[in-house]
């Protein structure tokens, strides 16, 4: 999450789906201002997870910038543009997730 935070992510959520799906232990949800700033923001998690030895099963959506999902198995980044953002939104469809943000945010 510091990553995300340093490149001035914005409304940064962290969702458990412990127990409510095998996709993923955890969904990462932060917005970009900007095309440019959302391919920034995948790039600085995949540098991130890549000090810590991880790298991504899958990247989706970078080119276009206003969904970028980076699938690391137990967790998922998602990286949007505001429209889409409210478009899809996630924090509505995982509603039984419990906010974990706090967990992470140290």
Request: hydrophobic share 50%; charged share 25%; proline share 1%.
């Amino acid at each position: 999450m510091g990553a995300l935070l340093d490149k001035k992510a914005e409304k940064l959520v962290v969702l458990s789906l412990a127990g409510l799906t095998s996709v993923a232990d955890y969904f990462v949800l932060s917005t970009a201002t900007n095309e440019r700033q959302a391919q920034a923001l995948a790039d600085a998690v995949e540098a991130a997870m890549k000090a810590e030895g991880r790298r991504p099963l899958s990247i989706e959506g970078y080119q276009r910038a206003a969904w970028i999902l980076l699938d690391y198995g137990d967790v998922v980044f998602h990286v949007f543009d505001e429209e889409s953002r409210r478009f899809y939104g996630l924090e509505r469809l995982w509603g039984d997730a419990a906010d974990a943000t706090a967990e992470f945010a140290g």
